[in-house]
């Protein structure tokens, strides 16, 4: 009988808020024919959180972790799961409640082919039940992020795609083993942010397909957040992805557009007071160990590596299109120009 475990990251008061409502709805998956374990990994523990996740969740097994770090916890929730045997791992947030047949609708998806090796749940809005959060995540040529369908009124517009573009939202999607034990675990380093995207990422270049799951379906308790963390992370984390996977010749067509947005950047980031922020990315990059680090990544990928960045580029974006930080300087001109570029420069990609 196939097992799936449930990997779900508390973080300080994540559980008061939030847990109640995704344990009761993860207990209403019907699942006659699988089982279902939950891993908790409570990424800043204390006594009093320990307690309260034993109260509200008895059936789950709780990992202790203190540094924070969403990626690592992750990272010891499948480790677990996989030590455990589980044939399937869940990635899910502790802010969402799923709906009914969730995980079955989910693990059919993952299971209807030998080629898929991620599937995702369509992820809607809490607040407003009837608009999309996210139908899949698209990869954006300088390592950004962004959801698919933010905001739209769910009119079944996505239940026919089939694959993914871009990545799985990290909000609920399912990963087989055997993928996991090509590609490995979760990348620690990451510590928060873009994790999803490295993983999508890797799944690809390693040849399987990241699909949606139109009724396996979340409800998502989403506020677009700013913070000054995930500022650094965000934009750390996509310079780190970008060196890791792109192949020497395409990292020298991205060079141009990858220097040119972050002169742009530098010149948002004084303009916004985070200027501070941007520096302690290039400090990051002018340490040797995070060289060292993506080389490690780099010689880590040409082992399973069976797709070309030829096939990867077809499948990523020239434009950043999320309504949350849309402005008129990058509808009018930095999409345009970064897209016409990209559409041009991806034609000479052979390898």
Not at 197 to 223: D, Q
């Amino acid at each position: 009988m196939k097992k799936i475990g449930i990997i779900i990251v508390n973080y300080k008061d994540y559980a008061q808020k939030f847990l109640e409502d995704c344990v009761k709805s993860l207990r209403a998956q019907r699942c006659s024919d699988f089982l279902f374990k939950i891993y908790i990994i409570d990424n800043c523990f204390t006594d009093e959180s320990i307690a309260y996740l034993k109260e509200k969740a008895p059936e789950a097994e709780v990992i202790l972790r203190s540094d924070g770090n969403y990626s690592a916890a992750n990272r010891a929730g499948v480790k677990q799961a996989l030590e455990d045997g589980c044939s399937h791992v869940v990635i899910a947030n502790m802010d969402v409640v799923f709906a009914n047949h969730w995980l079955r609708e989910l693990l059919e998806t993952a299971d209807s082919s030998l080629e898929i090796g991620i599937a995702q749940s369509k992820i809607m809005l809490w607040s407003e039940r009837e608009k999309i959060n996210s139908a899949g995540n698209v990869l954006h040529f300088l390592g950004f992020g962004f959801t698919r369908g933010y905001q739209e009124i769910d009119e079944g517009q996505y239940n026919s795609i089939g694959e993914i573009s871009g990545y799985a939202s990290g909000s609920s999607f399912i990963i087989k083993r055997e993928v996991l034990e090509k590609i490995g675990n979760y990348d620690a380093e990451y510590y928060m942010y873009h994790d999803d995207l490295e993983m999508g990422w890797r799944a690809r270049l390693a040849g399987y397909k990241i699909t949606l799951s139109p009724n396996s379906v979340v409800y998502h308790k989403y506020e677009f957040s700013r913070s000054i963390k995930m500022l650094y992370y965000m934009e750390r984390n996509r310079y780190i992805a970008v060196f890791s996977f792109y192949k020497l010749p395409t990292l020298l067509l991205v060079l141009p557009p990858l220097l040119a947005m972050d002169i742009g950047m530098l010149g948002y980031s004084i303009a916004n007071k985070w200027f501070l922020i941007k520096l302690k990315v290039y400090l990051y990059f002018l340490n040797p160990f995070s060289w060292a680090h993506i080389y490690r990544a780099r010689r880590s990928v040409k082992k399973y590596r069976k797709i070309s960045d030829r096939e990867i580029a077809k499948n990523i974006s020239g434009k950043v299109e999320f309504q949350e930080i849309m402005n008129p300087v990058l509808k009018r001109v930095v999409n345009p120009a970064f897209d016409l570029y990209w559409n041009i420069v991806r034609k000479f990609i052979w390898w």
